[in-house]
């Protein structure tokens, strides 16, 4: 759907729906009277409306597709995003010497530098007790990223796998693969603070735990 359509549909297609056909706009002496005439009139009045909603409903699954595909492109920017915190604590980032290290680390801001000029916000709808257990949830994730120990960090990331497990009556397939055969300890303050957010904050949580693990599964296996 782009410019030209939407202008075409909105702009053209609303205005032919409120033009009258040339006898019909002739004048009030020539108009017409009777059954018939308030009959047409009723028709065209509902076929218009018709047109209306078809347009409006072709709006609404554009403005729905549009926010889907952002919240796609702000997962990409929390995992490159998470993914710069993670790679600062790295182990062969620590094993360089201190000039190597400095390069890395400016490298590394240079980056982050660039990530920083996109800003995306989807406003999802909630009350100050779920933006409060949103906070405190992003606090926990960003506080286990920053551990500076792969694998303690993933035994943390399984915990809080886990409570979303159980917090959910059925998971998706993508929640099954990443998590281990066996599911183990639930991180219980994790899982209460969850059951505060918003459906789909806890979705969104549990993508972007889902993201780490599988990262910090490969950083504990090449290691």
Do not use: H, W
Not at 54 to 62: C, F, N, P, Y
Not at 93 to 113: C, D, F, G, H, K
């Amino acid at each position: 759907m782009n410019k030209d359509y939407l202008k075409g549909m909105v702009g053209g297609d609303l205005l032919a729906s409120n033009q009258l056909p040339e006898e019909e706009t002739r004048g009030e002496t020539c108009a017409i009277t009777g059954p018939n005439s308030e009959s047409r009139a009723l028709e065209k009045r509902a076929n218009a409306n018709a047109k209306f909603v078809s347009i409006m409903d072709q709006l609404d699954a554009g403005v729905e597709k549009f926010r889907k595909d952002a919240l796609n492109l702000q997962e990409i920017r929390d995992y490159l995003l998470m993914s710069m915190d993670l790679i600062k604590g790295n182990e062969m980032l620590q094993n360089m010497n201190e000039e190597e290290r400095e390069e890395s680390m400016l490298y590394i801001q240079r980056v982050s530098s660039r990530l920083a000029t996109v800003e995306l916000n989807v406003q999802t709808l909630r009350d100050p007790s779920q933006e409060e257990s949103l906070s405190q949830i992003n606090a926990q994730i960003d506080t286990m990223i920053k551990l500076g120990d792969p694998v303690m960090s993933r035994q943390r990331c399984q915990m809080y796998l886990n409570a979303c497990c159980s917090s959910s009556a059925g998971l998706t397939e993508d929640l099954d693969a990443a998590l281990e055969s066996d599911v183990g300890p639930i991180d219980k303050k994790f899982e209460s603070v969850l059951l505060g957010c918003t459906l789909d904050d806890q979705k969104n949580i549990k993508k972007r735990l889902v993201a780490l693990f599988r990262y910090l599964k490969k950083q504990t296996v090449s290691t």
